[in-house]
């Protein structure tokens, strides 16, 4: 297998827009989204429903195009890609973990059978193929069930699995969609694990969209999306708001709810290393 | 995918698994069949036409004339090698039975002033039956009618000029003189050969004894070979078309004087125009169903890659390319196609076996031709086509689209199909509407083409209309008419996948309905024509022996008089009314076996025979020894002229004498062979010579007599012959001439006087009546003009004869379109009781009186020369180009309907099944199982029903419209023979079939689906 050069930054957006034309209405579902992910990053996209995670994961996968601003994934502008070399970053350079876990799988394929079919079209070799198939199933805990149906597999098992067939052609980037929303405690935190594995044994870089903050803390990034903008990012415990390439700043929700709802006017008062933003009364100011 | 998931998915998707590959079977079993068929039906038409052509037609005579003792030596030889060299591959193939050799020289009669033929014949002992034994050399055997002729009898030596003695051993009859052995030209045969221009016919005897004759006597060597028809092939025709031409034209062989005559190429020829009846039928209907094939594995493909669009969109996020997804997307019908090829082949294969046994001439070889294989990989290319054009939409669409699909895409997508297989329907109608095939009454090969194109067309639109009327009947089903109604108006008002379900099933239904109706309708007027064209049930062609009448024959034989007929048939060759074919019946039995097709306000054929046979005068008969007639002459001119008197025995006309110029006078004559009828007293002028030029005329003879007595001598006493009143009584007798100068004749107390006149070079006649005259006729509509009461036709000795048109048919039994009916004594009178050598003898047999009448007319002495029945002649119409091709166009609609209608129950078994969370979710809110029952048999039977009748309706119409264009026979028979109001039983039975059928299925179907229901189900996501 040819060694593939990876790029310093796995993920590259510069002011990336996409907007969705469905029956005659434009939907914007980015708005200016500026990240950057280094390789063997992992990172967690949290927000509302309908704040545009998954239209961020689909454009990372190559399944979109961007409208605007620009995109680089595993060092490939996906603004130039066509169908083919779409399919070729997906193949070689990306792997999918979709929410639904029957929807990852081939049902009547064995659980070696689902990770033998992503390989294929890459051309591992048959010996390589299974070598790489054996190690996947058993470091996923799947060993024992390896020529049973996907089908019939739990859904922790098919969810398992999935990220075996992700992982199946050593991507650069491993794309995970809300994996474990549908998995009990017990089985999220195992799939949580293999991830988090994958990403220290083969350096894989891993974007996962997820609801759960307890998922979103076991990464080292949070990506905070709301309509449509990096919102907030939280590293270490600690949670940033991130300045857009307007200018604009999204406050979290409880200070919106509190202290500065909607309306509210404010100042900003520069800093020697940053600004302050203060409530601002118009009426006292003219009275003084 | 390993082949283990593979067989997972294609069990799991059972359903619509078996439907991909049944269509695809029957697609590729119709095509291969398509070749097979015509193949199979080809060599059974060519052997048909090879078995009931005469012999000439269908072998060669090769003939070499020289002197004797060397000719048999050369002629077979260089014949068989010229003949294998122009048959090439073909030689060894045995295409012609085994060769007979002729040697035949002469030997001078001349006490008979003629000469005798001596033939030797290969195995001719074989052939005869001989009174005596078969000769050996310097022996003889002859004929019976030679014996009778010459008197030579069995023993007897017979010597010839510079010849040995030779010894008659026997008298031989032919056996049967239509053996292919005698190659036409059996001794005594009704069709004259060269030999029997002799009196005396063939002597037969050993090679050896022609051999061994003079070495200067000349003579002929002969070879006939006959075509064998269970060794040809319909593959064989061109080729040996080509070789028997270039064989009787051959320069080697025309060097040595060989001459080859044969009718084998006509033959051929008019095999392979019959063939051209067969082929484009064959290939549209095979189309049809292949097209309509085509269209239900698009629809199957298209559910089943659909149904595959979750995997699919799986491939494509996993980073396989367009061709990779594709081979996936599609692997299933691939794989399925290409098992379809050999077992279609092998599945159209045995059908055509089937269907030939049943259809084609027995023994009809069904060969797997290399073109069936090629039409086989064809549709199956056909096949893959349609499965990719099938899934091109759902293998192009963007993952995250698949994801995101909803049911609104289904609705788009079926109007584009819909609306490319309307236009194309609806265009090539235009075409073949302005193209004059529609309107034509001309039959025409592409008409077949209208009931599949207008079954679809039709159907498109029809099924489209369906959901909207459902949608129309949402508030009554709304209001009231049960639970069970209302789901099933609304399923099928929002499932489109049904209605494409029901448009194949229209076209399916509709296709059927066609072919019903054009196979009932070409079977009942193939049997109607066979009937007439034969005349009856059986007709026998028969030779009766010397001095018997066959009415009388017939009537001992059938005293019912209800089963058999005598008919005397004879076709006219003269110019002006050559084909004409007048048949002389005895009118009351004729009645009771012929078939008659009465128009509508036509008499029966029981009303016209009492008709044909109005009473007449008995006529004079004579059965004395002499007969002499007395007159009282008045005036005669010139003088000299003589008086016969012509009756029906071989020994007329009877010489009376030379009449005075004035004065009484008593003429006798002697009678031969007689009791006889006196036909007429005829009055010539004498002899023309110089200076003897009649004052009236050259060859005229004029004047005025009284004829005071007709006698007869019997027991050396003169006697009256026939009625005392025959010269009192005006009717007795007619004039030759009654137009200007009139003849006249005049009833007295004295006698008849009768004044004449004749014509430039004519005989002055008078007639004795006894029939009718004109004579009644029943004559066939197209050769008299409407309105027209006379006619002149031709009597049994081929003579023009006065006709008293009495009605007219649009077919006569046994002559359609040219026939003439008349009373059979009466004929045979205006004939004089002398038939034509032509004349045919038959006797016409009631359907089941065959047997029974033939054995009785053999213990009679007639023997049987030939017999001919309406049902082998319809069997022969049944195995023509135009049946056969009707007969695989009603086997094609029915498996396009068996196969429309299992796919449309299962689609739609499979959408239901689809939507039994809703029935577990309705039955958990109480709603019993029957009612949900009666949902799906409603949804089921609107859908059916719908398909069915509109179907119908559509199959009907086309049958209407386009049957009369519709080719049923290779040559068009009467056109008022025909009827193309398809029958209605045929229709009925059909229809009811196919609704019980359609029921019984939908109602397992309900069933088995309703059974599966359960409130477990809930538990499950909502597909």
């Known amino acids: 297998m040819a060694v593939r050069e990876r790029a310093e930054d796995t993920v590259r957006c510069e002011g990336l827009v996409q907007v969705y034309g469905t029956l005659g209405q434009e939907v914007t579902a980015l708005r200016g989204i500026d990240l950057t992910v280094p390789a063997g990053d992992t990172v967690a996209l949290l927000g509302p429903s309908g704040a545009g995670k998954s239209t961020l994961l689909w454009l990372l996968a190559g399944l979109l195009k961007p409208t605007a601003g620009r995109l680089e994934v595993c060092g490939r502008r996906v603004n130039d890609l066509n169908r083919r070399s779409a399919a070729d970053l997906r193949l070689h350079d990306v792997g999918v973990v979709l929410q639904n876990p029957g929807r990852n799988l081939l049902a009547n394929e064995t659980a070696a059978g689902n990770v033998m079919f992503a390989q294929r079209p890459a051309h591992p070799g048959r010996a390589a193929s299974r070598r790489r198939t054996d190690e996947l199933l058993e470091a996923m805990g799947l060993g024992r069930v390896a020529h049973r149906q996907a089908g019939r597999l739990s859904g922790g098992e098919q969810q398992r699995l999935a990220v075996a067939v992700a992982l199946a052609n050593r991507p650069q980037l491993l794309l995970a969609d809300e994996p ?51 919102g907030a990012e939280g590293q270490a415990g600690q949670e940033y708001l991130v300045v857009s390439r307007d200018g604009s700043v999204q406050l979290p929700s409880e200070v919106l709810e509190t202290t500065l709802p909607p309306g509210t006017l404010i100042r900003a008062v520069p800093t020697a290393d940053g600004v302050q933003l203060h409530r601002a009364r118009p009426e006292e100011d003219e009275r003084a | 995918m390993t082949g283990r998931s593979w067989l997972r998915g294609l069990i799991q998707r059972a359903g619509t698994t078996g439907i991909i590959f049944i269509v695809a079977l029957v697609a590729v079993a119709a095509a291969a069949a398509g070749p097979i068929y015509y193949s199979a039906a080809r060599t059974s038409i060519l052997r048909d036409t090879i078995a009931t052509q005469p012999v000439t037609a269908r072998g060669y005579e090769a003939d070499e004339t020289g002197a004797l003792t060397g000719l048999l030596g050369e002629l077979p030889a260089t014949q068989k090698q010229r003949l294998d060299t122009a048959l090439g591959g073909l030689a060894g193939r045995g295409l012609f039975g085994p060769p007979v050799q002729e040697l035949q020289g002469s030997l001078a009669l001349p006490v008979y002033n003629t000469s005798a033929p001596l033939v030797w ?68 045969a009704t069709q004259q050969s060269a030999r029997d221009a002799s009196p005396i016919q063939a002597m037969f005897t050993a090679l050896a004894t022609i051999q061994s004759g003079p070495a200067s006597a000349q003579g002929t060597a002969t070879v006939d070979e006959v075509l064998r028809s269970d060794r040809v092939t319909g593959g064989d025709v061109g080729q040996l078309g080509t070789a028997i031409n270039a064989f009787s034209q051959d320069p080697v062989l025309a060097n040595a004087q060989i001459l080859v005559s044969t009718a084998i190429p006509a033959t051929l020829t008019s095999v392979q125009s019959g063939w051209t009846a067969l082929a484009i039928p064959i290939l549209l209907i095979t189309l049809q169903l292949l097209a309509l094939c085509l269209l239900l594995l698009f629809l199957a493909v298209t559910d089943a890659v659909e149904g595959r669009g979750a995997e699919i969109a799986l491939a494509k996020l996993r980073g396989r390319g367009a061709a990779s997804t594709a081979l996936f997307g599609l692997s299933e019908p691939i794989i399925l196609l290409i098992l379809a090829l050999p077992a279609g082949v092998l599945a159209g294969w045995g059908v055509t076996a089937l269907l030939s046994r049943l259809l084609l001439r027995p023994g009809t070889p069904v060969e797997l031709a290399g073109l069936a294989w090629w039409a086989a990989a064809a549709a199956t290319l056909g096949g893959l086509a349609a499965a990719g054009l099938a899934a091109r939409r759902t293998l192009r669409r963007p993952v995250l689209e698949e994801w995101r699909r909803s049911g609104l895409r289904m609705n788009s997508r079926g109007w584009a199909v819909d609306a490319v297989l309307a236009t194309a329907a609806v265009a090539g109608l235009l075409e073949l509407y302005f193209s004059g095939q529609v309107s034509s ?147 009351q039995r004729f009645a009771q076996v012929a078939t008659w097709n009465a128009q509508p306000g036509q008499p029966s054929l029981q009303d016209l025979a009492d008709r044909l046979d109005p009473p007449a005068p008995a006529g004079i008969t004579l059965s004395g020894s002499a007969m002499r007639v007395t007159v009282q002459v008045k005036k005669i001119n010139p003088a000299g002229a003589t008086l016969a008197a012509d009756v029906t025995t071989g020994s007329s006309p009877v010489s009376l004498g030379t009449l005075p110029a004035r004065g009484s006078a008593t003429l006798t004559g002697p009678l031969t062979g007689c009791p006889c009828v006196l036909q007429d007293l005829d009055l010539s002028p004498p002899s023309s010579g110089p200076g003897s030029l009649s004052y009236v005329g050259p060859g005229q003879v004029s004047g005025a007599l009284t004829i005071t007595a007709i006698q007869e001598l019997q027991g050396g006493h003169w006697v009256t012959a026939g009625p005392a009143a025959a010269l009192t009584d005006a009717s007795y007798w007619r004039p030759g001439q009654e137009d200007s100068p009139p003849d006249t004749i005049q009833p007295g107390n004295a006698g008849l006087t009768w004044t004449f006149s004749s014509r430039a070079a004519q005989d002055a006649v008078l007639t004795s009546v006894n029939r009718p005259y004109p004579l009644p006729a029943v004559i066939s509509s197209g050769l008299v003009s409407p309105g027209q009461t006379q006619a002149t036709g031709v009597g049994l000795d081929g003579k023009s004869l006065g006709l008293q048109i009495i009605d007219r048919a649009v077919a006569i039994p046994g002559a359609p379109d040219n026939g003439v009916i008349v009373d059979r004594h009466y004929a045979e009178l205006a004939a004089g009781l002398t038939a034509a050598s032509t004349t045919v003898e038959q006797v016409w047999l009631a359907g089941d009186a065959q047997s029974a009448i033939e054995a009785r007319l053999q213990a009679a002495g007639v023997s049987v020369v030939s017999s001919e029945t309406t049902a082998q002649t319809a069997s022969t119409y049944a195995r023509q180009g135009p049946a056969l091709s009707s007969v695989l166009f009603l086997a094609d609609a029915a498996a396009a309907t068996l196969l429309a209608a299992g796919a449309a129950i299962l689609d739609l078994y499979l959408s239901a099944r689809r939507r039994r969370y809703e029935y577990a979710a309705l039955s958990a809110t109480g709603v019993p199982f029957r009612t949900l029952r009666r949902a799906v048999r409603t949804e089921l039977a609107l859908l059916l029903g719908f398909g069915i009748v509109v179907g119908a309706v559509i199959g009907a119409i086309a049958a209407l419209v386009t049957l009369r264009s519709v080719p049923e026979f290779v040559t068009a028979p009467p056109a008022g023979l025909l009827s193309y109001v398809p029958p209605a039983l045929p229709l009925a039975l059909t229809l009811v079939v196919t609704i019980v059928v359609l029921t019984a299925a939908a109602g397992l179907a309900s069933s088995t689906l309703i059974r599966g229901v359960s409130l477990d189900q809930l538990r499950e996501t909502p597909t």
């Not at chain 2, 008659?168 to 009859?173: E, L, N, R």
Request: net charge positive; aromatic share 4%; charged share 15%.
């Open chain 1, 180 to 230: 474990t929303s549908q998995l009990d405690r017990t089985s999220a935190s195992t799939v949580i694990d293999l991830i988090r594995s994958a990403n220290e044994s083969e350096g894989t870089t891993v974007v996962m969209v997820t609801h759960d903050p307890v998922v979103g803390n076991s990464l080292r990034r949070t990506i905070t999306i709301r309509d449509g903008r990096v």
């Open chain 2, 441 to 587: 009454a001309r039959p025409g090969t592409l008409i077949l083409l209208v009931p599949g194109l207008l079954g679809l067309a039709v159907a498109v639109i029809a099924s489209r209309l369906l959901p909207a009327g459902c949608r129309a009947a949402y508030a009554r089903t709304g209001k009231g008419g049960g639970l069970g109604t209302f789901l099933a108006i609304r399923h099928v008002a929002r499932r489109p996948s049904g209605v494409r379900a029901v448009m194949v099933l229209v076209t399916a239904i509709a296709l059927t309905t066609f072919a019903v109706s054009a196979w009932s309708v070409g079977d009942r007027n193939q049997q109607r024509v066979a009937a007439t064209t034969v005349g009856a049930p059986t007709v026998l062609t028969v030779s009766v022996p010397a001095g018997k009448n066959l009415s009388t024959l017939v009537g001992n034989a059938d005293p019912s008089g209800r089963q058999a007929a005598a008919v005397d048939s004879y076709t006219s060759t003269s110019s002006g009314s050559a084909g004409l074919t007048v048949l002389a019946v005895d009118p």
């Open chain 2, 121 to 188: 014949r290969t195995s001719v002992c074989a052939h005869l039956r001989i009174a005596g034994k078969c000769p050996g050399t310097n022996q003889v055997v002859i004929s019976r009618s030679t014996a009778q002729l010459t008197g030579w009898h069995t023993g007897q030596q017979l010597h010839f000029d510079g010849e040995p003695a030779l010894t008659v051993t026997g008298i031989y009859q032919v056996t049967n003189a239509n053996q292919d052995y005698w190659f036409g030209n059996a001794p005594g």
